[in-house]
């Protein structure tokens, strides 16, 4: 037997059996009765999705019927079958009851099968999306409790790096120290292979401690510990002078080191050390990994997007298309395994966050052995 969706209320014989005539054939079960309180009987029994009701019965009024309905199951469609021009009725109807439709008698079959058929369809979208909401509700609120575990643990691990890193910085000093006074002679004199072995342990040492001194830069940065001394400064004058430091390096390595601006440059807010730290690193990186050409530093203003862009251009190795994203995430280094030089694997990473906080973005372009290009973009702002 099929579940009861739909109860009809009407104190006329007749109607009723009609009723049960027209809906015998539905999938969905129907309900009929001609007693208001075996209707109610029947609503707590069942699942009942549309009720229809007569206006004019000897007991109760349909409308009053209906508002019985919505206070106790407010979910149900409310439909008011009526015979009469009764403008009351049909305002009571609105505002009392709330009814989905009204449907005068007499009736034909099919319109009244097509009307209730839209009113179940009406409850089951109405229960649908009630549905989603509570479990996109739920969901929400399993998220915010995701994010804020992952926030503090991210928090956890900031404060866990910044901490190790301090304690980490005055016993390798001491290490450092150590080496230099013994391959110095100071403590007596050592052999050339002693010698060898000491080096590569400095070596080791000044990596150390430049991943530390990463680590702790990345760390502020993020907390927001360290605030931007933005003061107005021209780009290109930046450009060159990081350009002509490391000129002589390019140049030692048969390299070419230019650059290629545009002059047509507004003053902007910077924080000049921060900027030289990302050309820096940029740079340092297009010269670990170009082998023959060299690189090319440019500035371009795009006067619609109102934005600076800075690009570094060499003729390196190249990047392969899958590594591309990988690139400003933490610990990532460039290049093949056999190709990459001792790092730390957190320039880039320094370098996103350092030009997200001047309000910028940084991207890269790159195919396999045909050079990359590092750029940023940088807002132009009233000063």
Same mark, same amino acid.
């Given at each position: 037997?099929?579940?009861?969706?739909?109860?009809?209320?009407?104190?006329?014989?007749?109607?009723?059996?009609?009723?049960?005539?027209?809906?015998?054939?539905?999938?969905?079960?129907?309900?009929?009765?001609?007693?208001?309180?075996?209707?109610?009987?029947?609503?707590?029994?069942?699942?009942?999705?549309?009720?229809?009701?007569?206006?004019?019965?000897?007991?109760?009024?349909?409308?009053?019927?209906?508002?019985?309905?919505?206070?106790?199951?407010?979910?149900?469609?409310?439909?008011?079958?009526?015979?009469?021009?009764?403008?009351?009725?049909?305002?009571?109807?609105?505002?009392?009851?709330?009814?989905?439709?009204?449907?005068?008698?007499?009736? *034909?079959?099919?319109?009244?099968?097509?009307?209730?058929?839209?009113?179940? *369809?009406?409850?089951?979208?109405?229960?649908?999306?009630?549905?989603?909401?509570?479990?996109?509700?739920?969901?929400?609120?399993?998220?915010?409790?995701?994010?804020?575990?992952?926030?503090?643990?991210?928090?956890?691990?900031?404060?866990?790096?910044?901490?190790?890193?301090?304690?980490?910085?005055?016993?390798?000093?001491?290490?450092?120290?150590?080496?230099?006074?013994?391959?110095?002679?100071?403590?007596?004199?050592?052999?050339?292979?002693?010698?060898?072995?000491?080096?590569?342990?400095?070596?080791?040492?000044?990596?150390?401690?430049?991943?530390?001194?990463?680590?702790?830069?990345?760390?502020?940065?993020?907390?927001?510990?360290?605030?931007?001394?933005?003061?107005?400064?021209?780009?290109?004058?930046?450009?060159?002078?990081?350009?002509?430091?490391?000129?002589?390096?390019?140049?030692?390595?048969?390299?070419? =080191?230019?650059?290629?601006?545009?002059?047509?440059?507004?003053?902007?807010?910077?924080?000049?050390?921060?900027?030289?730290?990302?050309?820096?690193?940029?740079?340092?990186?297009? =010269?670990?990994?170009?082998?023959?050409?060299?690189?090319?530093?440019?500035?371009?203003?795009?006067?619609?997007?109102?934005?600076?862009?800075?690009?570094?251009?060499?003729?390196?190795?190249?990047?392969?298309?899958?590594?591309?994203?990988?690139?400003?995430?933490?610990?990532?280094?460039?290049?093949?395994?056999?190709?990459?030089?001792?790092?730390?694997?957190?320039? =880039?990473?320094?370098?996103?966050?350092?030009?997200?906080?001047?309000?910028?973005?940084?991207?890269?372009?790159?195919?396999?052995?045909?050079?990359?290009?590092?750029?940023?973009? =940088?807002?132009?702002?009233?000063?």
């Amino acid at each position: 037997m099929s579940q009861i969706s739909v109860l009809f209320l009407d104190d006329e014989e007749n109607v009723i059996n009609s009723i049960r005539r027209v809906f015998a054939d539905e999938d969905y079960g129907v309900a009929v009765t001609r007693n208001p309180e075996e209707a109610m009987a029947i609503m707590s029994r069942e699942k009942i999705k549309v009720v229809l009701s007569d206006q004019r019965m000897p007991d109760i009024s349909g409308v009053e019927f209906l508002r019985r309905i919505k206070t106790q199951y407010p979910d149900t469609v409310r439909i008011l079958f009526t015979a009469y021009a009764d403008l009351s009725a049909a305002e009571a109807a609105i505002n009392v009851s709330e009814v989905y439709r009204f449907i005068s008698k007499p009736w *034909h079959s099919d319109e009244l099968k097509a009307a209730v058929a839209n009113a179940i *369809h009406y409850y089951d979208i109405v229960m649908e999306n009630r549905r989603l909401f509570e479990e996109t509700k739920a969901k929400n609120e399993e998220l915010n409790l995701a994010n804020c575990k992952l926030k503090a643990l991210y928090d956890v691990q900031k404060d866990f790096s910044s901490t190790l890193s301090h304690e980490l910085r005055t016993p390798l000093a001491s290490i450092k120290a150590a080496i230099d006074i013994v391959i110095s002679g100071t403590a007596g004199e050592s052999t050339p292979e002693q010698k060898n072995f000491l080096s590569r342990a400095k070596a080791n040492v000044d990596r150390l401690n430049r991943l530390i001194n990463d680590i702790l830069d990345l760390a502020h940065l993020e907390s927001g510990k360290v605030a931007l001394d933005r003061q107005p400064a021209d780009i290109n004058k930046v450009i060159q002078s990081v350009v002509d430091t490391q000129e002589s390096v390019a140049r030692a390595k048969g390299l070419y =080191l230019k650059f290629s601006l545009d002059t047509n440059m507004p003053v902007l807010l910077l924080d000049q050390d921060k900027i030289v730290q990302v050309l820096n690193n940029l740079i340092n990186n297009a =010269l670990k990994f170009t082998e023959s050409g060299g690189i090319t530093v440019s500035s371009k203003l795009n006067v619609e997007k109102k934005q600076v862009e800075v690009r570094v251009q060499d003729t390196g190795y190249g990047i392969k298309e899958e590594d591309l994203v990988k690139l400003f995430e933490k610990f990532k280094q460039l290049g093949e395994a056999h190709q990459r030089q001792a790092g730390t694997g957190l320039g =880039l990473a320094i370098c996103k966050e350092i030009i997200r906080q001047h309000g910028g973005s940084v991207g890269v372009e790159s195919k396999k052995d045909q050079g990359s290009c590092f750029y940023f973009y =940088l807002p132009i702002e009233k000063s």
